[in-house]
């Protein structure tokens, strides 16, 4: 190959009138291949060359070539010289022949999907609440993030980053760090648990359970959403008849700022489905 590229530069230098004058040797006379170079092969950043001729570099842009598998893909039904063409490596006639079979269908005795036991099952109408703590809100709070002078919503708890952005069906308030609350907060979350409960309205806050359903619990966090498509904000959904006992109102849109007061038969009966 080495060879053949020298040919053609000497061809191509003879042809230079500057190089006319100069003796060109022979390719097979050239000791490219004896050990050190001598003098009449010169080194020109890096390139090889030879007096007489412009130098050239070993590699070329023509020999790169990307790294991709040597065996080529077979090509099936091209003829019979192939050796597959025809049947195509299926065979004569039969089911495999003319296409697959169902799949899970073990021909005929009960297939490994049925003989297998069930175990449990998954409830549809379950839902899944985000965890947040009265430590986590005080420690916002501290850190001027949240204002406890107005409401906090879960789109305020979303936007500060008390919780995060995979939200599923709601907000549910903990306990946890709830010594740490010592001045009166109001909260709308989805559910809140009896000592959470306690420790705010002991601060002198109240905590309201709220309703939203899927799309108005996108409206909620996501207001823009709806601007941005050009639509108008959903109403408010009512809460089915398995959740009425346990919300205490249906969620406001766009997102509230101030407490809803609670009247007394209100607190009367959330204080007792509580307890």
């Known amino acids: 190959m080495f060879r053949r590229r020298l040919a053609s530069l000497v061809s191509s230098s003879i042809l230079i009138p500057s190089l006319r004058t100069k003796t060109i040797p022979p390719p097979h006379s050239l000791p490219f291949a004896q050990g050190s170079l001598p003098s009449s092969i010169v080194k020109h950043n890096g390139f090889i060359g030879f007096e007489g001729f412009r130098a050239y570099s070993l590699l070329s842009l023509n020999d790169l070539r990307d790294k991709v598998p040597r065996k080529q893909k077979t090509r099936k039904g091209r003829g019979i010289g192939s050796g597959k063409g025809k049947t195509a490596g299926r065979g004569h006639k039969g089911q495999k022949a003319r296409g697959s079979g169902k799949l899970g269908f073990e021909g005929g005795q009960t297939p490994l999907r049925r003989r297998l036991p069930k175990r449990g099952f998954k409830n549809p109408f379950s839902l899944t609440f985000q965890p947040v703590g009265l430590g986590k809100i005080a420690k916002f ?11 906090i919503t879960m789109k305020t708890l979303k936007d500060t980053g008390a919780i995060g952005k995979q939200i599923k069906d709601g907000v549910r308030l903990m306990g946890r760090g709830a010594e740490q609350i010592k001045w009166p907060i109001h909260l709308e979350v989805s559910r809140v648990t009896v000592r959470a409960k306690e420790a705010v309205e002991a ?29 108008l904000l959903p109403k408010a959904a009512r809460p089915p008849p398995k959740q009425r006992d346990k919300v205490d109102s249906i969620g406001r849109l766009p997102a509230p700022t101030k407490p809803i007061p609670f009247s007394v038969e209100e607190g009367e009966a959330a204080s007792s489905s509580s307890a």
Request: charged share 30%.
């Open 203 to 231: 601060a002198g806050g109240s905590v309201r359970r709220v309703y939203y359903n899927k799309l108005g619990f996108r409206a909620l966090l996501k207001p823009e959403w709806f601007e941005k498509k050009g639509r």
């Open 141 to 151: 709070i501290n850190a001027g993030k949240i204002d406890s002078s107005e409401l």
